[in-house]
């Protein structure tokens, strides 16, 4: 066997870094980072390396179970789509299609197979009960985006490179490489920002490990970002620092901003926020002041009750501060491919509608298609008409990164029937009837979908497969199988024959007279690379099957493989082309926000709790599929309660000391750990952990299970426009264990 060098995406979190990895005798021998990948330019994270141990996991599933007696036991795939065939079909049957629940997970996202498929599956089941890890992390910042820009995957972000003053507000990039933007070596980039005389400034209740490097960090209480915001937005009109800039002609909604911030002043606000006034106005005259500057918020701004709001004035204020689409401001990326925001006439659209129906016991809204995480579990338990009986999950472990895991485990174990497509017998998927699993990731060739939607630059790669698959199905054909099953086509039907048939379908629609050019020019491919050369040679960069033949194909992304892939530049200014909206124009004030402040203005005197717990993200881990693998599990314990010094003394807590954590959810027992980076009052714990519960298979993880921070959270507290849970800043007490 002939020793070879792969080049792949790293598909471990949202950085997408490229990585070199080298094949010796058909085992992996060693990953580092590509050099000259253009997105990456040769950084990663510990991580990565991991990714040998993912594919080497004893634990990891090589072939379906099927739970019998009670037990999980090994299957052929035959049998295991055939225990699917026999048992879902009767139950949509008897019950409708409402009775059967999916509910996907954060990983599907770096599994472009199951990412391009999954709206197959969703469709078939032709249910409502759809669910995604979206609803626990992103959903508000996608929505403000959307009533502000016309689409969900429309979201600004920092120039970084040109920058020279970044505002960091609950998010932790130095940890994450970005969220909702990929930024690969944040630390190199902020360095950078500062050696050319920018600042680095952040807000958040932990000084972060980007705290850390910062040039200023101030602490905010947990939950108070919507106020801090809209303070800043009313300091920008009150000192005549409003600039729109470039965009000025394309921005509707100024004076409706301005009144409905109007008595959110900066002394108003600076007790709940536990910042001082001045703070908050020296934070906004530097902003508006500095020529090149972007705010950017994440997590701790989304997970919160007033996420949809703080989310949404985070690019109010980019907007009135003159850097909204300007170079070193808070720009757009333009994908290669599967971006609505470069399809359909440039400038004007449809814009984003949530509500079409709502969930049946809280009537929650739908957003982007999807019901709340939050809703699923009283989905399940609650009787009537359309009660969710069967679940398919795809990838997704909420039983440990949902609020309430503990409800959702007992739910889980009342379905008449449950399916996982997963490669783990984890906490969630020990519930599973069926469980069927993917390939290695180094088994799978790669395209990521959403995240040059979201890059710090333009850029274009596919990873083909480092590794030979096995003789088993993709997990697009697994998706496409259940989907034909769902819809009564058994469990024998030919599913490379039904995806040409729907892709000959989807041409005809899209193509008309050119779909036989079409399906013909495509017709070595197969599944989601024939998608993805289509979605390439359509994209703005592509071919257009012809008439541009310097553009894109799948063909030339995949030769430039080897030299870290295409380089599409720099952000360029994309107002008002990349704008969906009815008006064709920046929404700063949409109706349902404005509507929501009141909300906000009638919670600002409520008193703080005494204690409160946020989560925290770290380098080593990844919500709670990564604690099985050897490479990140060792090193010292990570699932610790971060509290203050005079917390701790008051609280009687000492240092390593076992502590009863305690809220109106759920109660947890953690490990105490002292510093000074916690803001007095608060406690950080990170999420994911728990294992060890009983019918699970990481045998690893379950020697240092760590606490579920997440049997802590309330599941019925969300936001109500976003319908995301809310995560950050819920009361607590803790108490010593002797
Ligand atoms: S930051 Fe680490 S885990 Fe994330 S993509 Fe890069 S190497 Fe992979």
Same mark, same amino acid.
């Given at each position: 066997m002939t020793d070879t060098t792969h080049y792949r995406i790293c598909?471990?979190?949202?950085?997408?870094c490229g990585l070199e990895i080298k094949v010796k005798g058909g085992v992996v021998s060693s990953i580092k980072g590509?050099?000259?990948?253009?997105?990456?330019?040769g950084y990663i994270c510990?991580?990565?390396?991991a990714l040998k141990d993912l594919h080497d996991d004893?634990?990891?599933?090589?072939t379906p179970l099927i739970k019998r007696n009670g037990q999980h036991v090994a299957a052929t795939w035959e049998e295991a789509f055939a225990e699917i065939a026999r048992r879902l079909p009767p139950l949509q049957a008897q019950h409708?299609?409402?009775?059967v629940a999916v509910a996907v997970g954060n990983p599907t996202v770096h599994k472009y197979g199951l990412l391009t498929y999954f709206p197959r599956l969703a469709r078939a089941l032709g249910t409502r009960n759809v669910f995604s890890a979206s609803s626990l992390d992103q959903v508000p910042k996608q929505l403000a985006c959307g009533l502000m820009f /016309?689409?969900?995957?429309?979201v600004p972000l920092p120039d970084i490179t040109r920058t020279q003053l970044l505002l960091v507000i609950g998010a932790n990039p130095l940890a994450s490489?970005?969220?909702?933007w990929t930024v690969p070596d944040f630390r190199g980039k902020a360095k950078a920002l500062q050696a050319r005389g920018g600042r680095l400034v952040v807000i958040d209740p932990r000084r972060t490990e980007t705290a850390a490097v910062a040039d200023a960090h101030h602490f905010i209480r947990p939950g108070a970002d919507v106020f801090l915001l809209a303070a800043m937005v009313n300091t920008l009109f009150a000192n005549q620092w409003v600039r729109l800039g470039a965009v000025a002609e394309w921005v509707n909604g100024v004076e409706a901003v301005q009144q409905a911030v109007a008595a959110f002043t900066p002394l108003a606000v600076a007790a709940r926020c536990g910042m001082a006034a001045d703070t908050i106005v020296e934070l906004t005259r530097e902003l508006a002041h500095t020529e090149r500057a972007a705010v950017y918020g994440r997590i701790g701004t989304c997970t919160q009750t007033f996420g949809t709001l703080a989310s949404w004035l985070v690019d109010v204020l980019n907007a009135l501060t003159g850097h909204l689409d300007a170079p070193g401001g808070a720009m757009f990326t333009k994908a290669a491919a599967f971006a609505s925001n470069t399809? /359909?006439?440039?400038?004007t659209g449809r814009g984003v509608a949530t509500g079409r129906h709502r969930s049946r016991v809280s009537g929650a809204p739908e957003v982007m298609g999807e019901l709340p995480m939050t809703c699923l579990a009283e989905e399940i338990e609650s009787p009537g008409a359309?009660?969710?009986r069967a679940l398919i999950t795809v990838?997704?472990?909420?039983? %440990? $990164? @949902? !609020?309430?895991g503990p409800r959702l485990a007992k739910a889980f174990e009342s379905l008449d029937f449950m399916v996982s497509v997963d490669i783990y017998l984890n906490e969630t998927t020990r519930h599973a009837d069926v469980i069927l699993p993917g390939m290695s990731p180094l088994q799978d060739d790669h395209f990521d979908v959403s995240f040059p939607q979201l890059s710090w630059r333009n850029h274009a790669r596919y990873s083909p497969a480092v590794l030979p698959g096995e003789e088993r199905p993709f997990e697009w054909q697994i998706l496409l199988k259940l989907a034909a099953i769902a819809q009564g086509?058994?469990?024998?039907?030919d599913v490379n024959a039904l995806d040409d048939a729907q892709f000959a379908h989807e041409a005809q629609r899209q193509f008309g007279a050119r779909a036989g050019a079409v399906i013909a020019a495509t017709a070595h491919l197969r599944g989601p690379q024939r998608l993805l050369d289509v979605a390439l040679r359509t994209g !703005?960069?592509?071919?257009a099957f012809g008439p541009k033949p310097d553009g894109l194909t799948l063909a030339k992304v995949t030769a430039a493989n080897a030299c870290g892939g295409v380089d599409l530049g720099e952000l360029q200014p994309r107002i008002p082309e990349l704008l969906r909206t009815p008006s064709g124009k920046?929404?700063?004030?949409?109706p349902q926000l404005l509507a929501d402040l009141p909300r906000a203005w009638a919670d600002l005197p409520s008193a703080a709790a005494d204690l409160v717990i946020i989560g925290r993200r770290d380098?080593?881990?990844?919500? $709670?599929?990564?604690?099985?693998?050897p490479t990140l599990a060792?090193?010292?314990?990570?699932c610790t309660a971060l509290l203050h010094p005079a917390d701790a003394a008051r609280l009687q807590l000492v240092e390593g000391a076992l502590a009863r954590i305690s809220s109106g959810t759920g109660s947890i027992e953690a490990q105490v750990q002292i510093s000074t980076d916690m803001m007095p009052g608060v406690v950080s714990l990170p999420h994911g952990w728990g294992h060890g %519960?009983?019918?699970?298979?990481l045998s690893l993880a379950a020697q240092r299970p760590g606490a579920n921070?997440? @049997?802590?959270?309330?599941?019925? @507290?969300?936001? !109500?426009? $976003? /319908?995301?849970?809310? %995560? $950050?800043?819920v009361a607590i007490s803790i108490m010593a264990l002797t």
């Open positions: 598909p471990l979190c949202e950085a997408c590509d050099a000259q990948d253009v997105l990456s330019q510990p991580k990565a390396v004893p634990d990891r599933l090589r409708g299609r409402q009775a /016309g689409h969900w995957m429309t490489n970005g969220s909702m399809s /359909g006439a440039s400038g359309d009660q969710v990838a997704t472990n909420p039983v %440990l $990164s @949902a !609020p309430n086509q058994g469990a024998d039907l !703005p960069y592509g071919d920046i929404e700063l004030a949409p380098v080593r881990s990844n919500n $709670s599929w990564m604690h099985n693998l060792k090193g010292p314990f990570r %519960l009983p019918g699970a298979q921070l997440n @049997a802590l959270l309330d599941d019925q @507290a969300r936001d !109500p426009l $976003s /319908g995301n849970a809310v %995560l $950050s800043g």
